[in-house]
């Protein structure tokens, strides 16, 4: 994808850690392509939403600094806070970039800030939680963000889906591919555990924009000022702004986008044929 705009002189800090997941073989690039085009993305809020500057960062998770490492050099003057669950990710981010550590928490809720932020940036994390761990996030995102602040996260979306009903191997193989096809075209919302997942509960999740937008009704305090599907490598990117009363709840709020019943084997396997293309 054509950048959004010129970092190629920006001095970023290149240091790999030995144990950064996020490195896969030989494709390096990619792995600093990706981070690039995050600050791209971050850029575009600022602009987008009026804020030249954003003094408190918040990197949830940040692993080794895919991100940070460019956060960092374009946004020197920032405290930025590195957090993630991989202790050995934000003690290196630590290190390497100045940032502050916070170990992160299974349960956000258990998670507490001594501050605001003004930008929060979530690579890929609610793309692997279940419905109730989705939505207890982005209500921690909305509480952790000061007044005119900016949330960017990314979502499993349409393209994602439209890869597995197409029957495109090498995308994700540990998973039911056929139940969550299933129920995101049921529901908007589909979640499927990694199948070497015996005790945790993490795997993939896919939203669509429709389920987004009614989950943001949630929020009067919240304007959706961009969704862009396919922004972050395959991921879809929503870019959000807080400012207090904003909207008025004209549409209600609904009940945290419950899960549709459950179709009958028959009009499930039906379906699914139809769908795959048997």
Not at 51 to 57: A, D, F, N, R
Not at 160 to 165: G, P, R, V
Not at 171 to 192: M, S
Request: net charge negative; charged share 25%.
């Amino acid at each position: 994808m054509k950048p959004l705009y010129d970092f190629s002189t920006l001095p970023v800090d290149r240091t790999l850690a030995p144990r950064d997941g996020m490195v896969a073989g030989d494709l390096t690039e990619q792995y600093f392509d990706l981070g690039r085009r995050a600050l791209e993305l971050i850029h575009f809020s600022s602009v987008l939403c009026d804020k030249p500057h954003y003094p408190e960062i918040l990197d949830l998770p940040c692993g080794h600094g895919r991100v940070l490492r460019w956060l960092r050099a374009h946004y020197g003057y920032a405290k930025i806070t590195a957090c993630d669950l991989d202790r050995d990710g934000v003690d290196f981010c630590a290190q390497q970039f100045g940032a502050l550590p916070v170990y992160s928490e299974p349960d956000l809720n258990q998670l507490h800030f001594p501050k605001q932020f003004d930008l929060i940036w979530v690579g890929s994390l609610v793309t692997h939680l279940n419905h109730d761990r989705w939505l207890t996030t982005l209500d921690c995102l909305v509480k952790w963000t000061r007044e005119c602040g900016v949330i960017i996260f990314t979502t499993q979306g349409r393209c994602y889906t439209s890869l597995l009903a197409r029957g495109q191997r090498n995308v994700t193989e540990n998973i039911d591919k056929p139940a969550l096809l299933e129920e995101f075209a049921r529901t908007g919302f589909a979640y499927q555990k990694y199948f070497e997942e015996e005790h945790g509960d993490y795997g993939v999740a896919v939203t669509s924009p429709e389920w987004l937008q009614r989950t943001l009704q949630r929020y009067p305090d919240i304007i959706m000022r961009a969704y862009l599907e396919e922004a972050w490598g395959m991921q879809d990117v929503v870019i959000l702004y807080k400012k207090a009363g904003h909207y008025e709840p004209v549409l209600g709020v609904p009940e945290m986008n419950r899960v549709a019943p459950v179709p009958t084997p028959a009009t499930r396997y039906g379906f699914m044929d139809w769908l795959l293309g048997r």
